[in-house]
């Protein structure tokens, strides 16, 4: 097992990532959240890293009743989440994407 140093972001996982491996022939098995595999695909394959994508964590579908119109702190997280990953998709897609 190879610990990567301690890192703030899929940025900065990327990179140490790739220090370790060390290599630029580098392929991966990239474990992570589905709805967050997008960005995570992307920015370790701007780091010069194949991944195999095995995405985990599916956020499932449930038949909607009339509770779920009803404010609730999950709701709020799960809107949190949505939005924090979007602007990291905006962010990774100007940092790599537009050169």
């Known amino acids: 097992i190879l610990l990567t140093d301690n890192v703030q972001n899929t940025d900065e996982e990327a990179k140490s990532v790739k220090r370790i491996l060390n290599t630029e022939d580098t392929e ?25 994508p095995f995405a985990v964590d599916f956020q499932s579908s449930k038949k909607i009743t009339f509770i779920d119109f009803i404010p609730s702190a999950s709701a709020l997280s799960g809107t949190s989440n949505f939005v924090r990953e979007m602007i990291g998709r905006f962010y990774y897609s100007l940092k790599y994407y537009s050169k």
């Open 28 to 52: 991966v098995i990239l474990v992570t959240s589905a709805f967050h595999m997008p960005r995570a695909q992307k920015v370790f394959e701007a780091a010069n890293i194949k991944v195999i």
